[in-house]
């Protein structure tokens, strides 16, 4: 079969081309190698008349040298007209060195090699193990957090990559081993481990299922998420399905409403006073409100201005009850009051995610458990917060004051990735749940690989084109299609993604597919959230889609909901950016969003 070789300082040339022409490059190698023979044009007046020039597009072509009767190598890729002057130019080596390029061979910029992470002797076995039984295995160090006795609520807080759902996963089994050991009251449900959406629920009960091979001691353990929790309680007592709204959907029909009847309030606004003040402090009556702070709202609302507020919203919330319609804090509001009447169900209570809970979730997750020894166990990070939940646990009666842990040793993530993703966060400290300002300072990690590349592109159409040759490069360096992932801002982005990874034949599968289904993951950046990957590529991150438009529209001029929107967008694509374990891989067409940090490796057009 005929072979066509490349010249090792051809790589660096071929590295700057567009995307498209490197494609093309690459179809006609590939067509060379497997017999269809493009015609080899030979220069008139060339010094070596062996050089030849190969047609690559209309406009391009690639000059080549023999190094045999079989073997041409590849030396260059330029303009028609340049690649002539080249060839004329041009003197065959002696002894010409080359590389081989089988076919789908990836290029240099359009693939990476496979990334290779390295870490201390107390890793290296996980390290070598599938990438499915890496997500369940636990440092060494972590064994005495997940299997300790504490004499009431605990914290487990740390950075990306710190093993903090891994830690959950086993607090689950640990307990749930203990019940035979254990007398809990009559009725009691044993363990609950619950989390903020099903994506997570469901990978949460998937990698149980591994941990945990004893059908009898799985049973004991009940995985679901906080709003199908408090659900399943309401419709219990009401005996009909709920019909529930979005924020977004709410917030434009509270607009609409509001500009009818000349209320001089946004329809943001509005839910956003509902949710996290009136909800949040779960208020009541009017004189609560005019009394309560409205911490990290806009400053002043006089009472008067309060008492118009309270009477809309009174009035909005009056007409939702009619038409039979829930907004989900107000589910587990409910719920909430609902247990406090019938009693705990559960004798342990792990929380995943948790920086992402409202107020009235964790009301009902301390009805949900009787106050005592291991009743709670609680982890997050603040600064994976992506939606605007502030919550104090000492208010709402959760007391972890002594029986916190911070970790601030990561084993799930490189370095390098974390030195590129740390800057997103921007300077704004953040809360955590005990109401102590929480950092990332002295956080680092055990692991090191290759530096993140951030790729620079002129259109949608090359970035997308490079991100194709990027992933089919990280499946050929032989990485399990199903630990890659690819993410979007929305879900635009994510249908282009999926098009033009299929239309290179590459499977693809949406990132809330089960662990077993084959195909790269391809979804929004949202869907990453509490996942992980061997390799990540975000694409889509430029200036005009990100922070998107619709998200700074919706904060109508407010400007605290502003600064909150940029905050939940810098934690939107911190989290996103550390989903990986071993390799990072982001681009955006023209102008970089203002969220991202300088790349520590750009490629640049």
């Known amino acids: 079969m005929p072979q066509l070789a490349i010249a090792p300082t051809f790589l660096s040339d071929f590295s700057r081309l567009d995307a498209r022409v490197q494609a093309a490059t690459l179809t006609v190698m590939q067509a060379y190698m497997a017999g269809d023979r493009k015609d080899l044009e030979p220069i008139s007046d060339a010094p070596d008349p062996r050089v030849r020039v190969m047609q690559i597009g209309p406009e391009w072509s690639g000059v080549v040298a023999p190094t045999s009767a079989d073997v041409y190598c590849l030396v260059a890729v330029r303009p028609h007209d340049e690649a002539v002057a080249f060839a004329r130019g041009y003197r065959v080596p002696s002894t010409a060195p080359m590389e081989i390029v089988e076919p789908h061979t990836p290029s240099p910029m359009a693939t990476p090699r496979a990334p290779r992470v390295s870490g201390p002797a107390e890793l290296s076995r996980g390290l070598g193990r599938s990438f499915a039984e890496w997500r369940i295995t636990l440092h060494p160090d972590q064994h005495r957090i997940a299997s300790a006795r504490f004499n009431g609520s605990a914290q487990v807080t740390g950075g990306p990559g710190t093993g903090k759902t891994v830690i959950a996963l086993h607090r689950a089994a640990h307990l749930a081993s203990l019940q035979d050991r254990l ?36 049973s004991r353990i009940e995985v679901v998420t906080i709003d199908a929790l408090a659900r399943g309680i309401v419709q219990e007592q009401s005996g009909a399905p709920l019909q529930t709204l979005a924020k977004e959907a709410l917030a434009e029909r509270w607009r609409e409403a509001a500009r009818a009847d000349g209320i001089p309030y946004s329809g943001r606004f509005l839910v956003d006073e509902w949710e996290q003040v009136i909800l949040a402090r779960d208020i009541t009556d009017l004189p609560s409100y005019i009394r ?26 009056g007409a939702m009850r009619v038409a039979g319609e829930w907004f989900y804090p107000q589910i587990a509001q409910e719920a909430a009051r609902l247990l406090r009447h019938s009693g705990p169900r559960y004798q342990h209570v792990v929380v995943d995610e948790a920086q992402d809970l409202h107020p009235a ?105 490079a991100l194709g040759a990027w992933v089919r490069g990280w499946l050929e360096a032989g990485i399990v299609p199903s630990s890659i992932a690819v993410a979007g801002r929305n879900q635009w982005v994510v249908r282009h993604v999926a098009k033009e990874l299929t239309a290179r034949g590459i499977a693809t599968a949406p990132l809330d597919t089960g662990e077993d289904a084959e195909g790269v993951r391809v979804g929004t950046m949202h869907k990453l959230k509490g996942q992980e990957f061997r390799c990540v590529a975000v694409v889509g991150l430029s200036e ?46 023209g102008e970089p969003s203002r969220l991202l940090p300088r790349p520590a490796h750009a490629e640049r057009r």
């Open 183 to 218: 007398d809990g009251p009559a009725g009691h449900r044993p363990v609950l481990l619950t989390t903020f959406n099903r994506l997570l629920a469901r990978t949460l009960a998937d990698q149980l299922d591994r941990i945990v091979p004893d059908p009898h001691v799985r």
């Open 292 to 317: 309560c702070e409205r911490n990290g709202r806009i400053l002043h609302l006089a009472p008067e201005h309060r008492t118009l507020v309270w009477e809309t919203i009174r009035r909005y919330t």
């Open 361 to 465: 979730q964790w009301r009902l997750l301390r009805a949900a458990v009787d106050e005592g020894p291991d009743d709670l166990f609680i982890v997050g990070d603040p600064h994976q917060r992506i939606y605007d939940n502030r919550v104090s646990l000492a208010s709402l009666g959760i007391n972890v004051r002594g029986r916190s842990h911070r970790l601030r040793v990561g084993y799930r993530i490189t370095q390098e990735i974390l030195d590129w993703a740390l800057p997103i966060l921007g300077r704004t400290a953040a809360v955590g749940l005990d109401d102590n300002a929480d950092t990332l300072a002295g956080y680092r990690s055990l692991l090191h690989g290759p530096d993140p590349v951030v790729r620079a592109c002129s259109s949608r159409a090359e970035e997308l084109a």
């Open 544 to 589: 005009p889609l990100l922070p998107p438009k619709a998200a700074i529209e919706a904060a109508e001029g407010d400007p605290v909901a502003l600064e909150q929107v940029h905050q939940q967008e810098r934690n939107l694509v911190f989290v996103a950016c550390t989903r990986a374990r071993d390799a990072l891989y982001v681009s955006h067409v």
